[in-house]
């Protein structure tokens, strides 16, 4: 019997695979996007919806059938279409993420927060900076879920509502830190701006009619 849940969607570990992380327990579970034979011999994720379909970033509701070697997707819906990018070795930073890690390392802090605002003053986004640490580093636990995002997209939701965002995991030639950039909107100037300077090209979003 399948079980329900809700998850995040994040890259998977090997090519045509996706992580699934249970919002709950933050548990990651690697499913086929059918891009290639799996041991469930099943390519598809239910209601029409194929799971190759969903981006790094979604938020999706989602019953796995945990009886097969690796967990097959039954069905799934798209709760939200937040976009995830990661970049490693960008050059340069963006000023405010370079602002806010100087910010961090005069304090003795090991991460620090900013708001984000457009020559307007008006507030576009927040980025949180963390130090490295670990074998992998910060941007490597993003991506793998060990580290979930959710906290930092939670705290935005909480002062500006529920909405899909666009999220940037980067981090700097030479390390030191990692940001994360999460945009209000999708679609706005600033995530466009980032995805043109850190080379993250807005994926096709076959599953998403619009914002």
């Known amino acids: 019997m399948a079980e329900q849940g809700r998850y995040r969607v994040l890259p998977g570990p ?3 695979t996706l992580r ?6 933050c548990e990651p579970a690697v499913v086929s996007t059918g891009g290639s034979e799996d041991e469930s011999g099943s390519d598809d994720a239910g209601s029409g919806a194929p799971i190759g379909d969903l981006r790094p970033g979604y938020l999706v509701d989602a019953a796995l059938d945990w009886t097969t070697q690796r967990p097959t997707v039954e069905s799934v819906s798209v ?10 070795g960008v050059d340069p930073m963006f000023e405010a993420a370079r602002e806010t890690w100087q910010a961090a390392r005069s304090e003795g802090e090991a991460m620090n927060t900013q708001v984000l605002r457009n020559t307007d003053n008006e507030v576009t ?15 490597e636990e993003f991506r793998e879920g060990a580290r979930p995002l959710e906290p930092l997209l939670d705290r935005v939701a909480e002062s500006r509502g529920e909405a899909p965002r666009a999220v940037f995991v980067l981090r700097p030639v030479g390390g030191g830190f990692t940001a994360v950039a999460i945009t209000l909107r999708k679609d706005g100037q600033l995530a466009e701006t980032m995805r043109d300077t850190y080379d993250c090209p807005r994926p096709d979003e076959p599953l998403v009619e619009g914002d």
């Open 79 to 88: 709760v939200r279409p937040t976009l995830f990018a990661f970049a490693d």
């Open 14 to 16: 090997e090519p045509d």
């Open 20 to 25: 699934l992380l249970d919002r709950t327990t």
């Open 125 to 139: 986004g927040a980025v949180y900076v963390f130090a490295e640490s670990g074998e992998r580093g910060r941007l």
